[in-house]
Nanobody, 125 residues
């Protein structure tokens, strides 16, 4: 079992920044690729970003490329999502998820084994 707890969400004005954190406990964190997903009101949950087990490779949804940065610190069992130039369309509940499979382009919810409870990000205009 891997337990994931997100933090860092909140209310921010358009153009602002937030950094989300996801702390993991349980199994060996470095064995898992990590992803961030988000779900806006009335919409399906969607892939945002993924980072491989070592942190050597990342992959982003086109909608956040150049705006968000995913990173991880395996010594701290934590994955981060730095979000800059936030827009009202970025308003959503953000979830982190863990996937033991190696590879970069794994974008489906069903491919991730463990999930956090989510953290709300609200961007005001």
């Amino acid at each position: 079992q891997v337990q994931l707890i997100e933090s860092g969400g909140g209310l921010v004005q358009a153009g602002g920044s937030l950094r989300l954190s996801c702390a993991a406990s349980g199994r060996t964190f470095s064995n898992y690729a990590m992803g961030w997903f988000r779900q806006a009101p009335g919409k399906e949950r969607e892939f945002v970003a993924r980072i491989t087990q070592t942190g050597g490779s990342t992959y982003y949804a086109d909608s956040v490329k150049g705006q968000f940065t995913i990173s991880r610190d395996n010594a701290k069992n934590t994955v981060y999502l730095q979000m800059n130039s936030l827009k009202p369309d970025d308003t959503a509940v953000y979830y982190c998820a863990a996937d033991r499979v190696y590879g970069l382009r794994r974008l489906k919810e069903s491919q991730y084994e463990y999930w956090g409870q989510g953290t709300q990000v609200t961007v005001s205009s």
